[in-house]
């Protein structure tokens, strides 16, 4: 069943993973797991699905539960599809002192879609994250794997505007 399910992740990503568990002594393989689920979720365009995870687990050889427990907690997991372009807005304290409540009432208006959703074209998926690293500029979120701070309305149609 293991090999079967090694089998869901290319051979690109095996590979990928294996850079990352080179890096690890031998008998702490999974200790790559943060990179797997990341590269398993990327090859599947954006999310990850149970046989993904799985497929992760039993490359790094170590049990399925270990790796949705990685999976389910932090929050650059994804457990269901997301659109083309992912939204994760930051809403803890400092981005909250400084307006981040101004920044998702823009987002979800312009968008149509509150926090957690996707809009029906797929282009766009709107998520609340906890500390993004970027409190010196807040507000900020994170679009795709870019970041972008000290938001306004102004500046998020601009960016929003600049995407395919």
Known sequence: MSEKLIELLS??????????????????????????????????????????????????????IAAYEVATFYSMYERSPVGKHKICICTNI???????????????????????????????????????????NAPMFELNKSYFENLTPEKIDAILDGLD
């Open 94 to 136: 400092s981005c909250m002192l400084r307006g981040s409540d101004e920044v998702v009432a823009h987002l979800e208006k312009r968008l149509g879609i509150k926090l957690g959703e996707s809009t029906e074209d797929g282009r766009f998926t709107l998520k609340e994250v906890e500390c993004l690293g970027a409190c010196v």
């Open 11 to 64: 051979k690109e990503s095996r590979a990928d993973i294996d850079r990352w568990v080179a890096k690890y002594p031998p008998e702490q393989k999974q200790s790559a797991v943060m990179a797997g689920l990341r590269i398993a979720q990327e090859q599947n365009g954006g999310w990850l699905t149970d046989d993904l995870i799985q497929a992760v687990a039993a490359y790094l050889e170590m049990d399925a």
